[in-house]
């Protein structure tokens, strides 16, 4: 049974980071795109990054680029979201979600098979 699970989210002030994990099992990781996607109150799910199975690339979205790193352990079967620089507008539920891979991956929340329940990501002073 294929299971995605977040964590890592909090309270952090403006200009601080994160780190947020999602840690995956029944699947193999490196066959699978994962991406992180966020939704805030009253706005719809909008994608932040992804990373592409079997090394195929990263995509970011232009609000985090610079800020936000993605990163994926096979290993362990984790991928890390490292959050930089935050700022009060990333405040959200932070999910990630899993999806077959062919080729580079894509920001699509609708394109996504597997979600996890997410983290809350609050910036705030």
């Known amino acids: 049974q294929l299971q995605l699970v977040e964590s890592g989210g909090g309270l952090v002030q403006p200009g601080g980071s994160l780190r947020l994990s999602c840690a995956a099992s029944?699947?193999?990781?490196?066959?699978?795109?994962i991406g992180w996607f966020r939704q805030a109150p009253g706005k719809e799910r909008e994608g932040v990054s992804c990373t592409s199975s079997r090394g195929a690339g990263t995509n970011y979205a232009d609000s985090v680029k610079s800020r936000f790193t993605i990163s994926r352990d096979n290993a362990k079967n984790t991928v890390y979201l490292q959050m930089n620089s935050l700022k009060p507008e990333d405040t959200a539920v932070y999910y990630c979600?899993?999806?077959?891979?062919?080729?580079?991956?894509?920001?699509?929340?609708?394109?996504?098979?597997?979600w996890g329940k997410g983290t809350l990501v609050t910036v705030s002073s």
């Open positions: 029944g699947f193999t990781l490196n066959d699978y795109d």
């Open positions: 979600a899993a999806k077959l891979g062919f080729g580079r991956c894509v920001l699509n929340p609708q394109s996504m098979n597997y």
